[in-house]
Each structure stands twice: as C-alpha cells, then as structure tokens.
C-alpha cells in the first residue's frame, strides 16, 4: 500500500473518532441533566488518564517492531498478549480500588459506583489497542482504519441508544 493511501486511511479513522466522541458528547449534553453530565465527563476523564497507563507499552512495542520486522509478529503476540492482559487487569483492579478514594476526594460517594462500572472500559480499551496495534504493526491500514471507524460508531450508537433506552449515565459509561 502506498505512503499516501495509509496515510489517508489512518487520518480517517481519526476524524470519524474525534467525530463520534463530539457526537457523544452533544448528545449527552442534551439528554442528560446539568449534574449526570457533569458526573459523566468527571468520570470519563479520570478514566482516559487510566487509560494511558494501558494504552502505551505493550501496544507500542507491537506498533514499532512489528512494523519493523512483520514476520516476527506472530511470536511478538504470543509474548506479549498474556502480559497487556495481567497488566489491563492490575490497572483495573487498582481502579476499582480507588474509586471510594476518588469519589471522597471529589465528595461525592454517588461516584464510587460510577467509577466502577466505568472502569470496565480499561479492560475493553487496553486489548481494543492492543489489537489496533497489531493491525498497524503488519501493515493492514485498510483493517486497521476498519476497526477504527466500527469502535467509533458503535460506541457513539451504545452510548446514546443506551441513554435513550433510559439507562441514564449508566448506559453512558
């Protein structure tokens, strides 16, 4: 694939990200109230802090020396899959762990179950990258920008179908 195609294909996957996360966040703008809104966006955006902790490392490594060296990535995966799964599990339970403190540093105990419940995205979200990598580390721009574009929009159709089906900031998390 040329240069100038797999570049196009990655900006892509980008853009329809950015697109749905701004489409979440309208929406439920709108359909939430003043306060779950608030308590959602606290949430998320303790969540993605985390979430960098299991995003970076193993997916990194995938993406730089599978590119390198496409034919030892089927022994890079053996190795490392196991380790990105005890290692989105450790930073899980650590997460799981500090929402009481969380939520009693922002005096809201309301947030302890929120936190939990959003804190199942770490597991999700470190293997979704994880995979996301691999795609990118062979070369499949085409599969990769794929993936990409089908998180992005079913996330944006989970998120506000479950608002709308009337699970509130449960169904947003």
Same mark, same amino acid.
């Given at each position: 694939?040329?240069? &100038?195609?797999?570049?196009?294909?990655?900006?892509?996957? =980008?853009?329809?990200?950015?697109?749905?996360?701004?489409?979440?966040?309208?929406?439920?703008?709108?359909?939430?109230?003043?306060?779950? %809104?608030?308590?959602?966006?606290?949430?998320?955006?303790?969540?993605?802090?985390?979430?960098? @902790?299991?995003?970076?490392? @193993?997916?990194?490594?995938? =993406?730089?020396? &599978?590119?390198?060296?496409?034919?030892?990535?089927?022994?890079?995966?053996?190795?490392?899959?196991?380790? =990105?799964?005890?290692?989105?599990?450790?930073?899980?339970? $650590?997460?799981?762990?500090?929402?009481?403190?969380?939520?009693?540093?922002?005096?809201?105990?309301?947030?302890?179950?929120?936190?939990?419940?959003?804190?199942?995205?770490?597991?999700? %979200?470190?293997?979704?990258?994880?995979?996301?990598?691999?795609?990118?580390?062979?070369?499949?721009?085409?599969? %990769?920008?794929?993936?990409?574009?089908?998180?992005?929009?079913?996330?944006?159709?989970?998120?506000?179908? $479950?608002?709308?089906?009337? %699970?509130?900031? =449960?169904?947003? $998390?």
């Amino acid at each position: 694939m040329k240069l &100038g195609r797999a570049t196009i294909l990655l900006m892509l996957s =980008q853009v329809v990200f950015l697109a749905s996360g701004l489409a979440v966040n309208f929406g439920l703008a709108r359909l939430l109230g003043v306060v779950e %809104y608030g308590n959602f966006g606290l949430v998320i955006s303790l969540l993605v802090v985390v979430e960098l @902790f299991v995003i970076t490392g @193993f997916p990194e490594v995938i =993406q730089k020396f &599978g590119g390198e060296r496409p034919e030892a990535m089927r022994m890079l995966v053996r190795q490392t899959l196991r380790w =990105q799964i005890l290692y989105s599990l450790g930073v899980f339970a $650590l997460f799981e762990l500090a929402a009481p403190a969380l939520a009693k540093f922002f005096e809201d105990e309301a947030l302890i179950p929120l936190l939990r419940l959003a804190g199942v995205d770490i597991l999700i %979200y470190g293997l979704y990258k994880y995979f996301l990598s691999v795609q990118n580390g062979l070369h499949r721009f085409q599969r %990769y920008t794929l993936l990409g574009i089908a998180y992005s929009l079913a996330r944006l159709l989970a998120i506000l179908g $479950l608002v709308l089906l009337g %699970y509130s900031i =449960q169904g947003a $998390l």
